[in-house]
């Protein structure tokens, strides 16, 4: 079965201001909500948005940024996956 956009539901979605990386959680058609990391949304010089780019290699800036958002992503895909 091909690929839907449709589909494809953006639940949640949080984002570095400092790195550019986005972190959300998705869910395709019924299929079980899930995380996702990356893409990486950077700033031109006049501050608009360049076109997404694959998250890559996670920096120091990023770990941290995951490290204090990681909770409030946990909670939001509990809820959203219902009682395990």
Same mark, same amino acid.
């Given at each position: 079965?091909?690929?839907?956009?449709?589909?494809?539901?953006?639940?949640?979605?949080?984002?570095?201001?400092?790195?550019?990386?986005?972190?959300?959680?998705?869910?395709?058609?019924?299929?079980?909500?899930?995380?996702?990391?990356?893409? /990486?949304?950077?700033?031109?010089?006049?501050?608009?948005? /360049?076109?997404?780019?694959?998250?890559?290699?996670?920096?120091?800036?990023?770990?941290?940024?995951?490290?204090?958002?990681?909770?409030?992503?946990?909670?939001?895909?509990?809820?959203?996956?219902?009682?395990?």
């Amino acid at each position: 079965m091909p690929f839907d956009p449709s589909k494809d539901k953006l639940l949640k979605k949080w984002k570095c201001e400092e790195t550019g990386l986005v972190v959300s959680i998705n869910q395709y058609g019924e299929g079980e909500p899930k995380v996702q990391i990356g893409p /990486r949304i950077l700033l031109k010089k006049d501050g608009s948005e /360049r076109a997404p780019v694959k998250a890559g290699r996670l920096t120091i800036e990023d770990i941290f940024w995951l490290y204090d958002i990681i909770d409030e992503v946990k909670e939001e895909l509990s809820g959203l996956s219902g009682p395990q």
